[in-house]
């Protein structure tokens, strides 16, 4: 059993920069692929960005490329989501998510565990 916990919304500014944080329960976590996620109000839970297990392969969404970076320590059992250039259209609620397949996707459901999310808030 994993259990993640985000760490690191708030409010923002546009241009600004936040870092969220997902640290993990288990030895077993290095061994995921990790993704974070987002959702606003009203609308369905998108894809942001993704790491593999061993932290040399990523993927981002078109409307963060760029401007996130994915990055993770398996020492410190944590995934890290910095975010750059921010923008009103960022908020949301952001999760992460662990694939035990170690591989990482698009899709919601090809992940195994999930945190509770922490909320990010862009003023313009």
């Known amino acids: 059993q994993v259990q993640l916990v985000e760490s690191g919304g708030g409010l923002g500014q546009a241009g600004g920069s936040l870092r969220l944080s997902c640290a993990a329960s288990?030895?077993?976590?290095?061994?995921?692929?990790v993704a974070w996620f987002r959702q606003a109000p009203g609308e369905e839970r998108e894809f942001v960005a993704a790491?593999?297990?061993?932290?040399?392969?990523?993927g981002y969404a078109d409307s963060v490329k760029g401007r996130f970076a994915i990055s993770r320590d398996n020492a410190k059992n944590t995934v890290y989501l910095q975010m750059n250039s921010l923008k009103p259209e960022d908020t949301a609620v952001y999760y992460c998510?662990?694939?035990?397949?170690?591989?990482?996707?698009?899709?919601?459901?090809?992940?195994?565990?999930w945190g509770q999310g922490t909320q990010v808030t862009v003023s313009s």
């Open positions: 998510a662990a694939d035990v397949a170690g591989y990482g996707s698009i899709r919601p459901s090809n992940y195994d565990y």
């Open positions: 790491i593999n297990w061993s932290g040399d392969s990523t």
């Open positions: 288990g030895r077993t976590f290095r061994n995921y692929a």
